[in-house]
């Protein structure tokens, strides 16, 4: 390996510099305020778990972890997202509150995804967790909060897509049985996004064309709520039809929190395998090539953790939020006050009452600084207290 | 109107084929093709632009979302795994992946050498036949690897057999057939897909009237 070069960080790791600090905070900022509003209560988690615990329960891919040992010997993983650790937290410390649950956090979580350019290692999550509260109320509150919070940050385009993985697996199990391995299959096709082999695979199997038919229309049932009677008509077993009752369901509550025109549905939305257990939910905006947000309800995750409870929520991923505001960069209103050795009181006393102003002052000995002109082009204001600025208030 | 749909094309032999069905399809891409130095060509009434990429590279375009839609082998989707929508097979440049090597020669027991473009593709199909191999990535003249006892056995794309048959070479196993397809990035899938399901049914039409006739 080459002797690394003294700027060199590791794969995937950035910098975090002013400007975009301030663009991130201000974006983090409206969006905690609406969470809050909501009655979400923040919270936060270690960086480091144990990955028997939290690694394995997590959603994230066993070769996205970033694992390293700790003097026990024990394998700890960088937590890959806060869902897993607030589960965790949920299970132990909030066990015995028998009502819905309201947490919500922000901060870096870490998947070791880094092999070329674009995909960080380290990025943070603005997300929330309603714990034990089973209803569409719930899956409309969360859907409601994140489009909320995406405007309060003033995204003006976007669109969520919502899905139902309870209409996916009833729609195999009634048109193909108990052939768990081809379900399995074919669920992994529209994981992949891969229609193409989806196709071929239907295509190649030993099933009447009707059933044929019925498996290649369900790549058909995406747009908004006409696809809900083409759905039910597609397959008419029970678990399907309460599937495209629970999204007619959500539909209404989602028109009366005056935000479905931010919503369409796909009922062959799969985003994790064998995770997500109910209504399921993205997020995309224009100008990013990747997912903006997700979430959904997830059934198996709690009671990995002995806390038998049905949970859902949502993550944004706020660099990418953040890019797809894509606001012009805000510089900060910093003035400076400069002082020789004879008039540093006078200098002192001035910036403080600048400071009180709610000003951001830098104090500055003259001397210190080589270009001064250059120095003034950052700044937005200069009281130069020098014998050569006059030593007074300017 | 809306914004334009960009589309990523393989430059080459891809290209000419692709370019033939775009426009049965309805969308004529000739005007301002014989500019072949252009990397992006715009096509304001037709609301499309047109960007000229490496075939290898069509997937990390779209991927990334610097073209909304492409056409790729899927010798390419295979070796590359990215993150795209795969939504139409469109039945050109057919082609399939070979493990091709010298005439009766077995694998050699330690270490089996593959010398091969696409690593991935090479490893994983040697790893279901419960064999471990080591691969040589090479970009081209692949078949030179076994006659100079580089490796044991290529894996290649083969589409009439003609390279291997005039080097000597032979056909072990077919791994995969190839076709090219129309890959769409997930974001445009999501935001553009009134103009991206019009344009895939349109070509999803004359792939079907071309496989009747």
């Known amino acids: 390996m080459p002797k690394r070069l003294m700027f060199e960080k590791p794969l995937g790791m950035r910098d975090t510099l002013p400007f975009f600090y301030n663009q991130k905070k201000q974006a983090r900022d409206q969006m905690t305020q609406v969470i809050k509003s909501y009655g979400y209560a923040f919270m936060d988690t270690p960086l480091l778990e144990y990955h028997e615990t939290v690694g394995k329960a997590s959603a994230t891919l066993e070769q996205q972890l970033f694992k390293l040992l700790d003097q026990q010997g024990h394998t700890l993983v960088l937590r890959p997202d806060l869902t897993a650790p607030i589960a965790r937290v949920a299970a132990s410390q909030l066990k015995r509150a028998e009502h819905p649950v309201r947490l919500a956090y922000d901060g870096p979580v870490f998947r070791a995804q880094q092999q070329e350019g674009g995909k960080p290692a380290q990025f943070e999550q603005v997300g929330t967790e309603l714990i034990g509260d089973h209803s569409s109320y719930g899956d409309a509150e969360v859907i409601a909060l994140l489009i909320s919070s995406l405007k309060e940050a003033g995204l003006e385009e976007f669109e969520i897509t919502v899905g139902h993985v309870g209409y996916v697996q009833a729609f195999f199990t009634d048109l193909l049985g108990e052939q768990d391995e081809l379900i399995e299959t074919l669920m992994h096709y529209l994981y992949r996004k891969n229609y193409v082999g989806y196709r071929e695979k239907v295509a190649a199997l030993a099933v009447d064309d009707a059933t044929k038919t019925a498996l290649l229309e369900l790549l058909q049932l995406r747009g908004n709520e006409e696809i809900f009677e083409q759905g039910r008509q597609l397959a008419r077993n029970q678990a399907c039809i309460q599937a495209v009752n629970e999204l007619k369901q959500l539909q209404r509550l989602l028109k009366q929190y005056q935000v479905e025109e931010y919503v369409s549905f796909d009922l062959n939305l799969i985003s994790h395998m064998n995770y997500y257990t109910g209504i399921l939910f993205e997020g995309n905006a224009p100008n990013l090539g990747a997912l903006l947000c997700n979430g959904g309800r997830y059934d198996k995750l709690l009671p990995s953790f002995q806390l038998n409870a049905s949970a859902t929520g949502f993550a944004v991923y706020l660099e990418r939020l953040v890019e797809a505001l894509d606001q012009p960069v805000q510089t900060e209103d910093r003035v400076c006050v400069l002082f020789d050795d004879e008039h540093f009181g006078k200098a002192v006393e001035t910036a403080q009452a600048l400071r009180q102003d709610g000003k951001s002052v830098v104090l500055q000995h003259i001397d210190q600084v080589a270009d001064l002109d250059q120095y003034k082009q950052e700044l937005t204001e200069i009281y130069d207290m020098t014998a050569a600025g006059g030593g007074s208030d300017v | ?213």
């Not at chain 2, 399809?25 to 009434?45: N, Q, S, V």
């Not at chain 2, 990535?137 to 076994?146: H, R």
């Not at chain 2, 991206?196 to 006739?213: K, P, T, Y």
Request: proline fraction near 6%; hydrophobic fraction near 40%; charged fraction near 25%.
């Open chain 2, 1 to 213: 109107m809306s914004k334009p749909l960009t589309i990523a094309m393989p430059k080459g032999r891809i290209f000419e084929e692709a370019a033939v069905l775009m426009e049965k399809a309805g969308y004529d891409l000739t005007g301002g093709m014989d500019e072949t130095r252009k990397l992006i060509i715009h096509f304001p009434d037709q609301n499309l632009n047109i960007m000229m990429a490496k075939p290898m590279d069509v997937v990390t375009y779209v991927e990334y979302g610097a073209a909304d839609i492409g056409i790729a082998g899927k010798d390419v989707l295979l070796e590359q795994d990215r993150d795209v929508h795969e939504v139409l097979d469109l039945k050109i440049s057919p082609c399939y992946i070979s493990v091709a090597g010298l005439p009766d020669q077995p694998l050699s027991r330690i270490a089996p050498k593959i010398a091969t473009k696409y690593p991935n593709v090479a490893s994983h199909y040697f790893r279901e036949q419960g064999e471990q191999i080591e691969v040589i990535p090479l970009n081209g003249s692949i078949e030179l690897a076994p006659l100079i006892g580089l490796a044991d056995r290529i894996v290649d794309i083969v589409s009439t057999g003609r390279t291997l048959h005039e080097n000597g070479l032979v056909e072990y196993e077919k791994i995969t057939d190839v076709t090219s397809r129309l890959i769409v990035n997930p974001v445009s899938y999501r935001l553009k897909s009134k103009e991206i399901d019009i344009m895939v049914q349109n070509l999803g039409r004359i792939i079907e009237e071309e496989e009747v006739s």
